[in-house]
């Protein structure tokens, strides 16, 4: 069986090869490796809480008895009915178990292989590949259209739709981890539920890091030359323990940010595509009151800031409060 590409691993998943008997699920999404594992797991039997039914087996366990896995594979059940083998595998090598099964007769049993990141030189996953009786299946993050297409079928089958602002906002805060965005959607639609859309505010409610927005919005007011919203800024940040110098870390790491995107001659949504579509306009304001020579000034005075920030001990939050100040009078000045 070839490598299934990461585009048709959902289209597999739901509708195996039958004959292949033996999946491996690898890749740097954890959950989505969990998730497909398990579907493929529990869908190849008729009670996935029977204990024999369903044979879980940890990795290193079976590295240690590579003959474990043949005799499982091939064990009749009692009463009839299909059977599947889930491993999980650790730290220790298994490929020398899965060899064996795939050089012999297909088992009645599914055996699915649960692994983490693979490189694509790993013995296991090349075994797999190559093998007309396996299938490896790589879990990447979930891309826009694909965590976009997750959002429709969750809050479709919560009977909710999505407005577009709030989608929008909700695709800036997921796709890190498959089982991580999933629940983060299935709160959302929790805490709609009763409604027939789901808004920018449920969104900000229910999923947004309030933190995060309150440092965001510290320093976009700064380079937006707004002293009263920096200050608000600060102050929501102090109510959640936050210092002020991680807006000063933050400031730094935007003014860099604003540097290359200036330097690129690109458009916004390209140079910096991760941007949450809510500060366009606040960086589209800051790059106009910055000159290149400007923003180079205010990248140095941020980073001397932030070095005498830790070398001053108490006085790193007036240092960084200060150094935030100037940033805004400097926009405000244009």
């Not at 398990?38 to 369903?54: G, M, R, T």
């Not at 807006?247 to 991760?274: D, F, N």
């Not at 290149?292 to 990248?299: F, N």
């Amino acid at each position: 069986m070839v490598a299934i590409k990461a585009a048709g691993a959902d289209a597999f998943v739901a509708r195996p090869d039958p004959n292949v008997f033996c999946f491996l699920v690898y890749g740097p999404d954890s959950g989505l490796v969990a998730e497909r594992a398990a579907h493929l797991a529990k869908s190849a039997v008729d009670d996935p809480n029977d204990a024999f039914s369903l044979v879980r087996i940890d990795g290193d366990d079976l590295a240690s008895d590579p003959e474990r896995l043949l005799d499982e594979a091939h064990t009749v059940a009692l009463f009839g009915g299909r059977r599947a083998i889930w491993i999980r595998a650790g730290s220790r090598p298994i490929q020398a178990a899965v060899e064996k099964l795939l050089a012999g007769p297909a088992p009645d049993a599914r055996i699915v292989v649960e692994a983490g990141n693979l490189g694509k030189g790993a013995p296991l996953r090349t075994m797999c590949e190559k093998s007309p009786k396996a299938a490896a299946l790589p879990c990447f993050a979930d891309n826009e259209a694909g965590i976009s297409k997750l959002i429709d079928k969750e809050l479709g089958e919560a009977g909710l739709k999505i407005d577009p602002n709030a989608r929008q906002a909700l695709l800036a805060l997921l796709g890190a981890d498959r089982m991580a965005t999933r629940q983060e959607i299935d709160k959302l639609a929790l805490y709609a539920h009763g409604e027939e859309r789901v808004t920018l505010a449920h969104v900000d409610a229910a999923v947004a890091d309030v933190s995060a927005v309150a440092l965001d919005d510290a320093v976009d007011a700064a380079f937006a030359g707004n002293t009263d919203g920096l200050e608000r800024g600060l102050a929501a940040l102090d109510a959640s323990g936050i210092p002020a110098s991680a807006a000063l870390l933050a400031a730094l790491r935007h003014a860099i940010q604003l540097h290359k995107v200036r330097a690129s001659g690109q458009e916004i949504e390209r140079a910096w595509p991760h941007l949450h579509f809510r500060r366009k306009g606040l960086v589209e304001m800051a790059l106009s009151r910055f000159s290149t020579a400007r923003m180079d000034a205010a990248v140095q005075r941020l980073a001397q800031a932030v070095l005498e920030g830790r070398r001053s001990g108490a006085l790193g939050e007036t240092i960084a409060r200060r150094a935030l100040a100037s940033i805004a009078l400097e926009a405000k000045r244009r």
